[in-house]
């Protein structure tokens, strides 16, 4: 069974504050994400990462960045949080496009409130 | 940037009523992705198409991919108070399988249902 774990279920920082959001997969899949998901917005993409030191934006990178140096570890990076970070950040992984099955696999989510 | 349209955005039923939620792409897709998601949760894959005309079946799920592989929708017969949560469809980007498995996801329908 596939497992996405994400270092924490809710998270509050300060205006300013540096947060890393953790995600770590234990299936040996190539590729990792980081969502965010806002009401009436439904997920949207921050970046992906398709190799270990690969990273692609996704469609909204503004405030983030991201580190992969193991490949089960995907790290989302908010260098200066700001409110309108706050939201429910979901990581997920899938295995390499070339298999034919590359069905996303969703951690439980990061419930992050900037103050 | 290539979009999905997913109808309606909500729906409410009364137990035991049928279900259905469209996607609509302006472009032919290579194949389409359902995931799940219950209230409080995160997203859970149900299913891939991939032929033209596809149909496939869970249990009182019913997944169907267009002739011209621009549309898909999901049919729930006789809902039940587990069917509760928000579908979603994803295409993945471009005509062709994309390096790093990007997965475009539509709006969402989030279906209640009232027992």
């Known amino acids: 069974d596939v497992k996405v774990t994400q270092s924490s279920r809710y998270l509050v920082k300060r205006t300013g504050e540096k947060v890393f959001l953790e995600c770590v997969q234990d299936?040996?899949?190539?590729?990792m994400f980081w969502y965010r998901q806002d009401p009436g917005l439904g997920l949207r993409l921050i970046y992906f990462?398709?190799?270990?030191?690969?990273?692609e934006k996704g469609d909204i990178p503004e405030g983030y960045s991201v580190s992969r140096e193991k490949k089960e570890r995907f790290s989302l990076i908010l260098e200066s949080a700001s409110t309108n970070q706050t939201s429910m950040y979901l990581c997920?992984?899938?295995?390499?496009?070339?298999?034919?099955?590359?069905?996303?696999?969703f951690g439980p989510g990061t419930r992050l409130t900037v103050t | 940037g290539q979009q999905v349209m997913q109808i309606p955005q909500y729906q409410h039923v009364q137990e035991g009523e049928d279900f259905t939620t469209y996607c609509n792409s302006s472009?032919?897709?290579?194949?389409i992705q359902w995931y799940k998601q219950r209230p409080g949760g995160h997203p859970v894959f149900l299913i891939q198409?991939?032929?033209?005309?596809e149909v496939k079946k869970q249990k009182r799920l019913t997944f169907q991919f267009g002739e011209a592989k621009k549309n898909s929708s999901l049919h729930i017969t006789a809902t039940q108070t587990t069917d509760v949560g928000t579908y979603f469809c994803?295409?993945?980007?471009?005509?062709?399988?994309?390096?790093?498995?990007?997965?475009?996801f539509g709006q969402g329908t989030e279906l209640s249902v009232k027992p």
């Open positions: 997920a992984s899938s295995l390499v496009v070339g298999t034919g099955r590359y069905e996303q696999y």
């Open positions: 299936m040996d899949h190539e590729n």
């Open positions: 990462s398709y190799d270990v030191k690969m990273k």
């Open positions: 472009t032919t897709l290579s194949n």
């Open positions: 198409l991939v032929k033209s005309g």
């Open positions: 994803a295409p993945p980007e471009g005509l062709f399988y994309n390096q790093g498995g990007k997965l475009i």
